[in-house]
C-alpha cells in the first residue's frame, strides 16, 4: 500500500514537468547481494567462490563466475576428476557435490528447456541432466522452482555460475520483480598470504557496491561477436619497485586484454612476460599446478616485492598490490584441504602466453579484481571497471534503465553516483538550454519540497523494505583463489614457462594433486563466518 501511494504521488508530481523520470522507487526493488568467500563444505573443507546454497535441506557450494555460459552448472558425483585422485579431493576442486537424493525439492526435467534454462550455445547442454530445486543467495532471499545442470562432463573444472548475456540467475531475478536489471557488480576481494590482506568479496545482481570503486571509470560497449565481451586495451604495464622506481614491461605496444572472473591468474604474452623476468629478482623454479594454476614458481628469497600496474587506454591505472600478485603456492592435500606445497617457494599469479597459447587473448583474472570493481550492464551491453576500494562497509546502488537508486548504506564512506559515465570526458559546457533546465529543476525541486512531508513516512517505508533485500557480507576469510580453468576453459595446453628454452607440459588442465611429497599445513585463521545462513 506504501508502495502504491509513492508511486501515485510521483504521478501527479510528475505530471507538470515533462522531464521528470522514474524514480528508484518505482521497482520497490533492491540490489541483491551474494558473498565471495569461504564455503564450508562436508567434512569440513573450505573452498573460495561465489557462495550459494541449492536444494531442501541447503547444501552449501562454492561457484566460479563464469561470463561465458548462462545456466548454473553443478557436479553431483566425482568421477570427472582424474582417476588418481581420492573423492574428497574432488570435492575440494570442485567446490561442492550435490546429492540429488537428499533434496526434498530436486525434480528431474526432460532438458534444458523443459527446466526453463536458457540458450547455451557452445556448451554441453545435451550430455547435462537438467532439473529444477530451490536456490538460496542469501539469507533473506530463496527462489523455487530454479534450473540446474548437473554436469556430466569435464568442461567445468569448478561449480559454475552463468553471468553471460541470457544469465538464468539474472532473468529469474528481474522476471520476479526482485532486481531492477539483468546488471551485475563484482569485487573478488583479498586472497593475501596474511590476515590483514584477506577480505571477502561480494557479486551484487542488479546493480553494484559504491562503497568498494574509488576515483574516475572506465565504461566500455560489449565486444561483438565470439569470444570475450568485456574487451579492455592495456596501455602499459607497469613493475612498480620497492625503491620508488619502475619499469614498463608493455613492449612493443599497447594491448587487448580481457576481463576474466573466473580465471585465477593474469596472463600475458610471452615477451611481455620474458621483461617483467628480465626486471624481478629471484630464482624461477617451476609452474604452479596447484589451485592458481600455471602461475610462476620462485624461490622465496628475494622474489620480486614490488607491485604491477595496468594502465588502460582510458588514463584508469589499476595497481595489484605485491600481497595479492605473490603468494605461497596452494595445493590439495590428502584432507581436502588448502595447503602450502612448499614454504620455500612463492608464486606469482602471472601466466605467459606462448606456445600453442600464443595468440590468445591475455585475460586479467581474479589478481585484477582483487584491486578493481566491475559493472556489467547486460540489458545496455555495457561494462564500467573503477578503482577498487577493498572495504566491509556497504553501499549498494541498483541500475534501473536509465538511471541509479541507492539502496543500502552499512556505513559506507562513498556515496551513490548517477548512471556510470565514461571515464575522463570533460564537463559540458554551459549553455542557455542548460541554464532553462536548471530554472525547471529548480521549480521541480519547490515542488517535491511541498510534498516532502507526505512522502516521509513512505519513503521510510520502502527504504525499509529496500534493506530488507541487502545483508552486510561476512568478515575477511583466508584462502588464495579459486580452482583455476585451464586457460579460461580452453582445451589446449600450455608450454612451461621460464626465461629458458621451454618444455612441453603437462597435458593435464586439472591442478596438481600431490601424494610424492609432503604438504605444509596453511597457517589460515578460522573464518567466522564460513556457511551460508540457514534462516
Same mark, same amino acid.
Given at each position: 500500500?506504501?508502495?502504491?501511494?509513492w508511486?501515485?504521488?510521483? $504521478?501527479?508530481?510528475?505530471?507538470p514537468?515533462?522531464?521528470?523520470q522514474?524514480?528508484?522507487?518505482h521497482?520497490?526493488?533492491?540490489?541483491?547481494?551474494?558473498?565471495?568467500?569461504?564455503?564450508?563444505?562436508?567434512?569440513?573443507?573450505?573452498?573460495?567462490?561465489?557462495?550459494?546454497?541449492?536444494?531442501?535441506?541447503?547444501? &552449501?557450494?562454492?561457484?566460479?563466475?563464469?561470463?561465458?555460459?548462462?545456466?548454473? *552448472?553443478?557436479?553431483?558425483?566425482?568421477?570427472?576428476?582424474?582417476?588418481?585422485?581420492?573423492?574428497?579431493?574432488?570435492?575440494?576442486?570442485?567446490?561442492?557435490?550435490?546429492?540429488?537424493? +537428499?533434496?526434498?525439492?530436486w525434480?528431474q526435467?526432460?532438458?534444458?528447456e523443459?527446466?526453463?534454462?536458457?540458450l547455451?550455445?557452445?556448451?554441453?547442454?545435451n550430455?547435462s541432466?537438467w532439473?529444477?530445486?530451490? =536456490?538460496r %543467495?542469501n +539469507?533473506?532471499?530463496?527462489?523455487?522452482?530454479?534450473?540446474?545442470?548437473?554436469?556430466?562432463?569435464?568442461?567445468?573444472?569448478?561449480?559454475?555460475?552463468?553471468?553471460g548475456?541470457?544469465?538464468t540467475?539474472?532473468?529469474?531475478? *528481474?522476471?520476479?520483480?526482485?532486481?531492477?536489471s539483468?546488471?551485475w557488480?563484482?569485487?573478488?576481494?583479498?586472497?593475501?598470504?596474511?590476515?590483514?590482506?584477506?577480505?571477502?568479496? +561480494?557479486l551484487?545482481?542488479?546493480?553494484?557496491?559504491?562503497?568498494?570503486?574509488?576515483?574516475?571509470?572506465?565504461?566500455?560497449? $560489449?565486444?561483438?561477436?565470439p569470444?570475450c565481451s568485456?574487451?579492455?586495451?592495456?596501455?602499459?604495464?607497469?613493475?612498480?619497485h620497492p625503491?620508488?622506481s619502475?619499469?614498463?614491461i608493455?613492449g612493443?605496444?599497447?594491448?587487448?586484454?580481457?576481463?576474466?572472473p573466473?580465471?585465477?591468474?593474469?596472463?600475458i604474452?610471452?615477451p611481455?612476460?620474458?621483461? $617483467?623476468?628480465?626486471?624481478?629478482?629471484?630464482?624461477?623454479v617451476?609452474?604452479s599446478?596447484?589451485? &592458481?594454476?600455471?602461475?610462476?614458481?620462485?624461490?622465496?628469497? &628475494?622474489?620480486?616485492?614490488?607491485?604491477l !600496474? $595496468?594502465a588502460?587506454d582510458?588514463?584508469?591505472n589499476?595497481? =595489484?598490490?605485491?600481497?595479492?600478485?605473490?603468494?605461497?603456492?596452494?595445493q590439495?592435500?590428502?584432507?581436502g584441504? =588448502?595447503?602450502?606445497?612448499?614454504?620455500?617457494?612463492r608464486?606469482?599469479?602471472?601466466?605467459?602466453?606462448?606456445?600453442?597459447?600464443? &595468440?590468445?587473448?591475455p585475460?586479467?583474472?581474479q589478481?585484477?579484481?582483487?584491486?578493481s570493481? %566491475?559493472?556489467?550492464?547486460?540489458?545496455?551491453?555495457? *561494462?564500467?571497471?573503477w578503482?577498487?576500494?577493498?572495504?566491509?562497509?556497504q553501499k549498494?546502488?541498483?541500475?534501473?534503465?536509465?538511471?541509479?537508486?541507492?539502496?543500502v548504506?552499512?556505513?559506507a +564512506?562513498?556515496?551513490?553516483?548517477?548512471?556510470?559515465?565514461k571515464?575522463?570526458?570533460?564537463?559540458?559546457?554551459?549553455?542557455?538550454g542548460?541554464i532553462?533546465?536548471?530554472?525547471?529543476?529548480?521549480?521541480?525541486?519547490i515542488?517535491?519540497g511541498t510534498?516532502?512531508?507526505?512522502? #516521509?513516512?513512505?519513503?521510510?517505508?520502502?527504504?525499509?523494505?529496500?534493506?530488507a533485500?541487502?545483508?552486510?557480507?561476512?568478515?575477511?576469510?583466508p584462502? #588464495?583463489?579459486?580452482?583455476?580453468?585451464?586457460?579460461?576453459?580452453?582445451?589446449?595446453?600450455?608450454?612451461?614457462?621460464?626465461?629458458?628454452?621451454?618444455?612441453?607440459?603437462?597435458?593435464?588442465?586439472?591442478?596438481?594433486f600431490?601424494?610424492?611429497?609432503?604438504l605444509f599445513?596453511?597457517p589460515i585463521?578460522?573464518?567466522?563466518?564460513?556457511?551460508?545462513g !540457514?534462516g
Amino acid at each position: 500500500m506504501a508502495t502504491l501511494g509513492w508511486h501515485a504521488l510521483l $504521478f501527479l508530481l510528475c505530471l507538470p514537468f515533462s522531464a521528470c523520470q522514474s524514480s528508484c522507487a518505482h521497482s520497490a526493488t533492491a540490489p541483491v547481494q551474494v558473498p565471495i568467500r569461504n564455503v564450508t563444505l562436508p567434512d569440513q573443507i573450505l573452498r573460495r567462490g561465489v557462495a550459494l546454497s541449492i536444494g531442501t535441506p541447503p547444501q &552449501n557450494f562454492a561457484l566460479q563466475a563464469y561470463l561465458s555460459a548462462n545456466n548454473t *552448472f553443478l557436479y553431483d558425483v566425482v568421477k570427472f576428476c582424474p582417476s588418481d585422485i581420492s573423492p574428497i579431493r574432488c570435492v575440494a576442486y570442485k567446490g561442492g557435490t550435490f546429492d540429488l537424493g +537428499s533434496s526434498s525439492t530436486w525434480a528431474q526435467a526432460a532438458g534444458a528447456e523443459d527446466a526453463g534454462a536458457s540458450l547455451e550455445p557452445g556448451h554441453a547442454v545435451n550430455t547435462s541432466v537438467w532439473g529444477t530445486d530451490k =536456490i538460496r %543467495l542469501n +539469507s533473506g532471499l530463496d527462489m523455487d522452482k530454479f534450473p540446474v545442470a548437473i554436469s556430466r562432463s569435464s568442461e567445468w573444472t569448478m561449480n559454475t555460475l552463468g553471468l553471460g548475456r541470457n544469465s538464468t540467475i539474472l532473468n529469474a531475478l *528481474f522476471n520476479a520483480g526482485r532486481i531492477g536489471s539483468r546488471s551485475w557488480g563484482l569485487f573478488w576481494g583479498l586472497t593475501g598470504a596474511e590476515a590483514n590482506f584477506q577480505m571477502d568479496g +561480494s557479486l551484487v545482481f542488479g546493480g553494484y557496491d559504491v562503497a568498494k570503486v574509488t576515483g574516475d571509470n572506465l565504461t566500455e560497449n $560489449f565486444q561483438t561477436g565470439p569470444g570475450c565481451s568485456l574487451v579492455v586495451t592495456v596501455r602499459d604495464i607497469i613493475m612498480n619497485h620497492p625503491n620508488g622506481s619502475s619499469t614498463s614491461i608493455i613492449g612493443t605496444g599497447p594491448m587487448k586484454a580481457c576481463v576474466a572472473p573466473d580465471v585465477p591468474v593474469i596472463t600475458i604474452p610471452l615477451p611481455k612476460w620474458l621483461l $617483467f623476468a628480465a626486471a624481478a629478482p629471484g630464482t624461477f623454479v617451476n609452474r604452479s599446478y596447484g589451485i &592458481n594454476l600455471w602461475g610462476m614458481v620462485y624461490k622465496a628469497e &628475494n622474489v620480486y616485492a614490488g607491485d604491477l !600496474t $595496468f594502465a588502460l587506454d582510458s588514463g584508469l591505472n589499476i595497481r =595489484i598490490p605485491n600481497h595479492q600478485l605473490v603468494v605461497p603456492d596452494l595445493q590439495v592435500g590428502s584432507d581436502g584441504q =588448502i595447503q602450502i606445497a612448499n614454504d620455500t617457494t612463492r608464486e606469482i599469479l602471472l601466466n605467459s602466453l606462448q606456445g600453442v597459447n600464443a &595468440n590468445d587473448m591475455p585475460l586479467l583474472g581474479q589478481p585484477f579484481l582483487s584491486s578493481s570493481y %566491475l559493472l556489467v550492464n547486460n540489458d545496455e551491453q555495457k *561494462f564500467t571497471l573503477w578503482k577498487g576500494q577493498p572495504t566491509l562497509n556497504q553501499k549498494l546502488v541498483g541500475i534501473v534503465p536509465s538511471t541509479t537508486c541507492t539502496s543500502v548504506d552499512h556505513h559506507a +564512506s562513498s556515496t551513490a553516483t548517477s548512471q556510470p559515465s565514461k571515464a575522463g570526458k570533460p564537463s559540458p559546457k554551459v549553455t542557455r538550454g542548460t541554464i532553462a533546465g536548471l530554472v525547471v529543476g529548480l521549480s521541480g525541486a519547490i515542488a517535491f519540497g511541498t510534498a516532502a512531508i507526505l512522502l #516521509w513516512r513512505m519513503r521510510r517505508a520502502a527504504r525499509r523494505m529496500v534493506e530488507a533485500e541487502g545483508t552486510t557480507h561476512g568478515t575477511t576469510s583466508p584462502h #588464495w583463489g579459486t580452482a583455476a580453468r585451464g586457460l579460461f576453459g580452453y582445451s589446449k595446453h600450455e608450454l612451461q614457462a621460464s626465461i629458458q628454452p621451454p618444455q612441453e607440459m603437462s597435458t593435464t588442465r586439472h591442478p596438481h594433486f600431490m601424494d610424492s611429497q609432503p604438504l605444509f599445513e596453511l597457517p589460515i585463521r578460522t573464518p567466522r563466518s564460513s556457511t551460508l545462513g !540457514t534462516g
